[in-house]
């Protein structure tokens, strides 16, 4: 449950800080106007993100070291990013962003790959078994 509701609010977190970072390339007035009005409307929406970004890492920091919490955020991250630039702000992914893109994930793989692996691995039973031959 832990990476459930940690996933959701990461989510939910993302989907506010990119429209606190991006949002302000779409609309014209903000666009255009004044930096301090795209700077102010930035971290009035930011301030959401927390809201959210917060209770997802005090709840995942339960089961999940920082370090793959980060991982995972980033991962969130892009995937919110390619939905917010396409379907918000029009534009396109090209081949080379989406394999930039897999490299993180593949990041995202080896950070949670000892979760996926058996308690007694091949490689800790070999690494075992040479420790106590030293001895």
């Known amino acids: 449950m832990t990476l459930f509701w940690t996933t959701l609010l990461l989510t939910l977190s993302n989907i506010?800080?990119?429209?606190?970072?991006?949002?302000h390339l779409k609309w014209p007035q903000i666009k255009t106007g004044p930096i301090w009005i795209a700077i102010g409307v930035s971290w009035?929406?930011?301030?959401?993100?927390?809201?959210?970004?917060?209770?997802?890492?005090?709840?995942?920091?339960?089961?999940?070291?920082?370090?793959?919490?980060?991982?995972?955020q980033e991962a969130i991250t892009l995937v919110v990013f390619c939905g917010f630039s396409m379907l918000f702000l029009r534009e396109s992914l090209k081949w080379n962003?989406?394999?930039?893109?897999?490299?993180?994930?593949?990041?995202?793989?080896?950070?949670?790959?000892?979760k996926w692996q058996p308690e007694s691995s091949a490689l800790q039973s070999h690494a075992e078994v040479m420790h106590s031959d030293e001895t």
């Not at 962003?97 to 000892?114: M, N």
């Open 97 to 114: 962003y989406l394999v930039a893109f897999g490299c993180v994930f593949a990041a995202v793989f080896f950070a949670f790959f000892d």
């Open 16 to 23: 506010f800080m990119t429209f606190a970072w991006y949002g």
């Open 44 to 72: 009035g929406i930011a301030l959401f993100e927390y809201c959210l970004q917060v209770p997802a890492n005090r709840i995942g920091h339960r089961e999940f070291p920082v370090a793959q919490l980060k991982i995972m």
